[in-house]
């Protein structure tokens, strides 16, 4: 059975960081592409950031870029969102998630299906 147990999150002044980690149970990580998303209350899962499964390639949402990073660490069995100068609008209930078909060439084409319990990102003004 595949389980993702994401961490890191909490309550943090706008323009602070955080880093969130997803370790993953029952599935070597190394051939699947990894991502992360973010909901709020209300709303609709949000893409936030994605890698590859070689760790070659990685996409993330405009709203993110040059602010969040995603990174992997195969040994690990671990993938990682770096949060930095947060901002109030990054509150969200984080989700990590791996690809449903190991090895596949594109990142845009991941089917994403096993999800993580979430990890609560809380930024104040």
């Known amino acids: 059975q595949v389980r993702l147990v994401e961490s890191g999150g909490g309550l943090v002044q706008a323009g602070g960081s955080l880093s969130l980690s997803c370790v993953v149970f029952?599935?070597?990580?190394?051939?699947?592409?990894m991502a992360w998303f973010r909901q709020t209350l209300g709303k609709e899962r949000e893409f936030v950031a994605a890698?590859?499964?070689?760790?070659?390639?990685?996409k993330h949402t405009d709203s993110v870029k040059g602010r969040f990073t995603i990174s992997r660490d195969n040994a690990k069995n671990t993938v990682y969102l770096q949060m930095n100068s947060l901002k109030p609008d990054d509150t969200a209930m984080y989700y990590c998630?791996?690809?449903?078909?190991?090895?596949?060439?594109?990142?845009?084409?991941?089917?994403?299906?096993?999800w993580g319990q979430g990890t609560d990102v809380i930024v104040s003004s």
């Open positions: 890698i590859s499964w070689g760790g070659d390639s990685t």
């Open positions: 029952g599935r070597t990580i190394r051939n699947y592409n």
């Open positions: 998630t791996t690809d449903l078909v190991a090895n596949r060439g594109r990142l845009a084409e991941a089917e994403y299906y096993y």
